[in-house]
């Protein structure tokens, strides 16, 4: 069967708005099968990836879905390298943070920079040069509840007339 333009660009977009998975490698195991095509042939027309067929074609032969990972994928936190990373961070942030000025939050706000606190789990906890970058360091502090800012001082109020009998407010 000879394949059209029109054809090719049907399959295409239609395997483009399935989702990725299994619904998707469904469809292309059966216009593969359907047209009686290789895996080469069906990578050469559609641009599909030769595992991702072979792996469709497995999962029709056998009829066993194979799971999606799409969660485990990424980089890994930081706290899977250093597993004591979050509580030396705690450790060390919690003796420099003071409560909102206007007593009106329960944010703690913290003294240290995110440098700082680097520099200081390097010094006094023993870590290596390998700690994660201050950007990093500081949505860890982000999570654990600290706000890096300074805290407002607390404002007098301003000193109002009181007001006499004979006014009206």
């Not at 069906?42 to 799971?67: M, N, P, V, Y």
């Not at 919690?94 to 010094?123: H, P």
């Given at each position: 069967?000879?394949?059209?333009?029109?054809?090719?660009?049907?399959?295409?977009?239609t395997?483009?708005?399935?989702?990725?998975g299994?619904?998707?490698?469904?469809?292309?195991?059966?216009?593969?099968?359907?047209?009686?095509?290789?895996?080469?042939?069906?990578?050469?027309?559609?641009?599909?990836?030769?595992?991702?067929?072979?792996?469709?074609?497995?999962?029709?032969?056998?009829?066993?879905?194979?799971?999606?990972?799409?969660?485990?994928?990424?980089?890994?936190?930081?706290?899977?390298?250093?597993?004591?990373?979050?509580?030396?961070?705690?450790?060390?942030?919690?003796?420099?943070?003071?409560?909102?000025?206007?007593?009106?939050?329960?944010?703690?706000?913290?003294?240290?920079?995110?440098?700082?606190?680097?520099?200081?789990?390097?010094?006094?906890?023993?870590?290596?040069?390998?700690?994660?970058?201050?950007?990093?360091?500081?949505?860890k502090?982000?999570?654990?509840?600290?706000?890096?800012?300074?805290?407002?001082?607390?404002?007098?109020?301003?000193?109002?007339?009181?007001?006499?009998?004979?006014?009206?407010?």
């Amino acid at each position: 069967m000879a394949i059209t333009e029109e054809l090719r660009g049907l399959v295409v977009r239609t395997a483009g708005s399935l989702k990725q998975g299994a619904p998707r490698r469904q469809y292309m195991a059966d216009t593969v099968t359907s047209l009686g095509l290789s895996q080469r042939q069906a990578q050469a027309l559609f641009g599909w990836g030769r595992d991702t067929l072979r792996k469709a074609l497995h999962e029709r032969r056998s009829g066993i879905q194979c799971c999606d990972a799409f969660a485990r994928r990424g980089r890994k936190p930081a706290e899977y390298r250093l597993p004591n990373l979050l509580g030396d961070i705690q450790d060390l942030v919690e003796d420099q943070c003071q409560t909102d000025g206007t007593f009106r939050t329960t944010r703690l706000y913290c003294r240290l920079s995110a440098a700082q606190v680097r520099r200081l789990l390097i010094e006094r906890k023993g870590y290596a040069a390998a700690l994660p970058s201050v950007q990093t360091i500081t949505a860890k502090l982000n999570g654990l509840g600290f706000r890096l800012r300074k805290v407002a001082k607390c404002r007098p109020q301003k000193k109002c007339r009181r007001p006499t009998p004979s006014s009206r407010t």
